[in-house]
């Protein structure tokens, strides 16, 4: 099949979930189809990374996003009037839309896949594009990565101030009304998780009209292709990894920060808490209160140093959707892993086994405490979650289940 594939971010290079999902998706599909990619592109994107996704599409094209305070600004406001979701309205670049139309225009493609919820008002432009005479309208396979309305509803249920509160709350009423009409009107739609596609049924107000479910394939890595860490003797280091620009992070990072951390340092002094990734707020690089022992980088195109002085890997998510990537990194890094439930969610696992779960400060100080004290534990858990990835998380075995979602087509 010829495929016209949408992505909002360019998958690559392979430093966040959404782009790990995109990345090893394309590979697979271009394996039996032709796949021309159409990508958003931010300022630190470079070309070599458009020609390593060039090494195995048809063509690949980019059209370029740009965000200020001011544009979000004038997109909450125009949220606020319409009655449309803010997310929605931010990512409508008219640029895109027109090169969406003019591909489409050609009549070449059979399928538009649409990469994230945030794409799919530009595949659903294939309903009404003209063509060339003769040319049939392209099926549409959206892939959901999370049940979006989810994660505001959760970011509201953790916010203090009242108007964000508020904010997020409306947000996530606009979302869960868009992501139904949105997901009925695509031919498949694909979920990372059954609770996500659960979540976002029960939001559908006509309990006849069903919200599409063709397959729930999780986000894969590739274990061949990343290499166990070699963690240092006496390792005190306690890692978190992750965008901090995606506001379900920091908010967790934040609570782990003022919460429980200082409950570990209490038993352990000698621990030190690393923070990983782009875009930090303030409130994490310089905390209000007297925090010792915190190491802030920023993002890092190679963690690795600090991932082998790691004795533990911490996902202190309060809100969120879909799974976390970082979990399905680390296992395949070795490392042990301590996470709260809504961080593990859409995760197979096997909780003392592979990772250990806390949702309250003082737990999940103690699964910290525990790990930092026995290393041999940590050994032993870093291992099992090795084997976990191994087994139910590498891309080349578990992506064939798309095989048959463009079977189906």
Known sequence: MRILFLTQVLPYPLDAGPKIRAYYTLRHLARQHQ????????????PAQVEHLAQFCQA????????????????????????????????????????????LATGEFDV??????????????ARAASRKPGSSIPRLVL???????????????EERNPLKRALAMLESRKMARYEVEACRRFDWVVWVTEQDHRAVEQQAADGERRVPRSAVIPICGDPAATPGVRRKPGAQRVTFLGGLHYPPNAQGVLWFIRHVWPLILQQIPDAVLTIIGKDPMPEIRNPKSEIRNLDVTGYLADPTPYLAETAVFIVPLLAGGGMRVKIVDAWMWGLPVVSTTIGAEGIETRPGENILIADTPADFAQAVVR????PEEGQRI???GRRWAEQHYDWRRVYRAW?????DL
């Open 60 to 103: 690949v094209h980019t059209v370029p996003m740009r965000r200020s305070r001011p544009r979000d600004a004038l997109h909450l406001i125009e949220s606020l009037i319409t009655g449309q979701s803010f997310i929605i309205r931010r990512d409508r670049v008219p640029a895109m839309a027109r090169r969406v139309d003019e591909l």
């Open 382 to 384: 870093g291992q099992a």
């Open 403 to 407: 095989d048959q979602v463009y079977a």
């Open 371 to 374: 790990l930092l004290r026995d």
């Open 112 to 125: 538009v896949h649409a990469d994230q919820l945030w794409m799919a008002q530009y595949a659903l432009r």
């Open 143 to 157: 892939d959901e990565h999370n049940a979006c309305y989810l994660i505001a509803r959760r970011l509201a249920a």
């Open 35 to 46: 796949v021309t990619l159409l990508s958003f592109v931010r300022p630190m994107d470079t």
